[in-house]
């Protein structure tokens, strides 16, 4: 390093962890983290500290969690610090009184080639949408989200039957590797940010990624077999889809699904929703052009399980369907 700043580093969950952790290997100071408060997790309710403070704790770093990113005695803790870079990942969206403090600014990590996808979950949603591809971007943060100058980009693969998790683990990697690119570019000064307009032609669609609720999980299988796959793996394994099964006696029960392929059919008297299955070696679920055959799922209450593990402790058959 050609110079010695003190950096203030922003973020929560495991996916901030991995781009920290190669801050610290890189030797750069880190002057304090900022995470979010504990909060109670679990059936016991016990208090759960965020990923991102476990680290800084392990390496002895200062951590602090404010309720508030407004609280005068935050800004003023800040202040003291006096670093000259903030880094900003999987964080919740600044106050201007607390971006515009470092001399050098404050950047963000997201997980997409922005300025498409820009939200809380863009990895759910690209595999969602059945995108090829997706990336990483670093950018100065602004008054607006995820809509402030690029400095860098880097293109990522995804994989045909890839699930969100595991690109959300090669992503985190990757990212890291671009965070200490930017840092290193922004030290010497080696740069040109570049506003997201000049990225995308006004005709142009972009597409949204916003936070992810349980009701947005369910199954529609009055879909075509490949969006449903799709959504599957967008959603594996957190938020997870989920559908319902239904006895042929009305009974309910709540089936997360967490990987699935699928096989198309010319058969156009599908009945969506209808279940097929051996009873012992595979369950498929017809759509509206085809079946999604069940790989790995979970019924309520129960642990996660391959599907013959489910077949041999659940019985099923033919007769029932699912809630469409």
Not at 197 to 204: A, G, I, K, N, Q
Not at 288 to 313: C, N, P, T, V
Request: proline letters at 6%.
């Amino acid at each position: 390093m050609d110079e010695k700043i003190k950096i203030v580093f922003m973020g929560t969950p495991e996916f901030a962890v991995a781009s920290l952790d190669a801050l610290v290997k890189n030797h750069y100071e880190i002057a304090a983290v900022v995470t979010s408060p504990d909060k109670p997790a679990g059936r016991g309710l016990a208090m759960h500290q965020p990923a991102v403070k476990k680290f800084s704790s392990e390496h002895h770093i200062l951590t602090l969690q404010p309720e508030n990113l407004k609280d005068e005695r935050f800004i003023k803790h800040l202040n003291k610090i006096n670093a000259d870079l903030f880094i900003v990942i999987a964080f919740r969206m600044l106050p201007e009184m607390v971006w515009r403090l470092p001399r050098m600014g404050t950047f963000n990590l997201h997980a997409s080639l922005l300025p498409d996808y820009r939200g809380a979950a863009p990895i759910n949603h690209v595999i969602i949408n059945g995108e090829k591809e997706t990336g990483l971007t670093t950018f100065f943060i602004n008054n607006e989200m995820d809509k402030g100058s690029i400095l860098f980009r880097e293109m990522v693969p995804i994989g045909e039957n890839e699930t969100a998790g595991e690109l959300h683990d090669r992503l985190m990697g990757t990212g890291a590797e671009l965070v200490v690119k930017t840092v290193e570019a922004l030290i010497k000064n080696n740069y040109t940010p570049v506003i997201q307009e000049m990225f995308y032609h006004p005709s142009e669609k972009l597409h949204p990624a916003p936070k992810i609720h349980k009701n947005d999980c369910r199954i529609n299988w009055n879909s075509p077999v490949k969006k449903i796959f799709d959504f599957i793996r967008g959603l594996s394994p957190y938020p997870a889809s989920f559908t319902e099964f239904i006895s042929p006696e009305n009974g309910s029960y709540h089936i997360k699904i967490f990987r699935a392929s699928f096989q198309k059919s010319e058969n156009n008297r599908l009945i969506p929703g209808a279940i097929n299955t051996d009873s012992k070696e595979f369950l498929k679920i017809a759509a509206i052009d085809g079946y999604i055959i069940i790989e790995d799922l979970q019924l309520s209450g129960k642990k996660r399980m391959g599907i013959k593990a489910f077949l041999m402790g659940f019985d099923i058959d033919n007769l029932w369907k699912v809630l469409i």
